[in-house]
T-cell receptor, first 116, second 109 residues
Framework: ETGVTQSPTHLIKTRGQQVTLRCSSQ?????VSWYQQALGQGPQFIFQ???????GRGNFPPRFSGLQFPNYSSELNVNALELDDSALYLC???????????????FGAGSRLTVL | GQNIDQPTEMTATEGAIVQINCTYQ??????LFWYQQHAGEAPTFLSY??LDGLEEKGRFSSFLSRSKGYSYLLLKELQMKDSASYLC??????????WGAGTKLIIKP
């Protein structure tokens, strides 16, 4: 089975620009969540998608938005980039939504965004 | 607010045993997870505790005390490849994962 793949792996943007990050779920997983991880910090939950609908959101402003497609792949869009948006963005997939048992997350290697 | 506390960094010797502690204060509790993250790589799942007690999985064990808001990850027979960050995460009443900042474990020969 294939794991979670993310693209691009690295990118550089300037303040005010927009960025789209992409994620392909692990085969058989129908739930995708996105996390922001600043250097030396733990991941911060951005939002989760289950069956193409957002079903959970962390403390992030509306300029962070997302999509999940019928094949369970997903996108994270960030508008009006700020310097503090520089971080590693992790995508994680899992089976079913978060309301059951261990619900282990399988993470991708991340997209490292630098905002100048 | 919600808070997960872990030591920032620990050092241990190859072949030894190390215990990484995690204390938490969250709005509700629906399970605690430990993940391992090597530098520049994705976190990978190590263990899950939802009931009090010890869960053992090979060289790694994880303990939970819900009344104390406390967990630890125990790593035995340390190997150089165990050098990594160890992340503690708690699933709260909204079933969202709250993550600690991670403990960087350095293994010395």
């Amino acid at each position: 089975e294939t794991g979670v793949t993310q693209s691009p792996t690295h990118l550089i943007k300037t303040r005010g620009q927009q960025v789209t990050l992409r994620c392909s779920s692990q085969s058989g997983h129908n739930t995708v969540s996105w996390y922001q991880q600043a250097l030396g910090q733990g991941p911060q939950f951005i939002f989760q998608y289950y069956r193409e609908e957002e079903n959970g959101r962390g403390n992030f402003p509306p300029r962070f938005s997302g999509l999940q497609f019928p094949n369970y792949s997903s996108e994270l869009n960030v508008n009006a980039l700020e310097l503090d948006d520089s971080a590693l963005y992790l995508c994680a997939s899992s089976l079913e939504d978060s309301y059951s048992g261990a619900n282990v997350l399988t993470f991708g290697a991340g997209s490292r965004l630098t905002v100048l | 607010g919600q808070n997960i506390d872990q030591p920032t960094e620990m050092t241990a010797t190859e072949g030894a045993i190390v215990q990484i502690n995690c204390t938490y204060q969250t709005s509700g509790f629906n399970g605690l997870f430990w993940y391992q993250q090597h530098a520049g790589e994705a976190p990978t799942f190590l263990s899950y505790n939802v009931l009090d007690g010890l869960e053992e999985k090979g060289r790694f064990s994880s303990f939970l005390s819900r009344s104390k808001g406390y967990s630890y990850l125990l790593l035995k027979e340390l190997q150089m490849k165990d050098s990594a960050s160890y992340l503690c995460a708690v699933r709260d009443s909204n079933y969202q994962l709250i993550w600690g900042a991670g403990t960087k474990l350095i293994i010395k020969p």
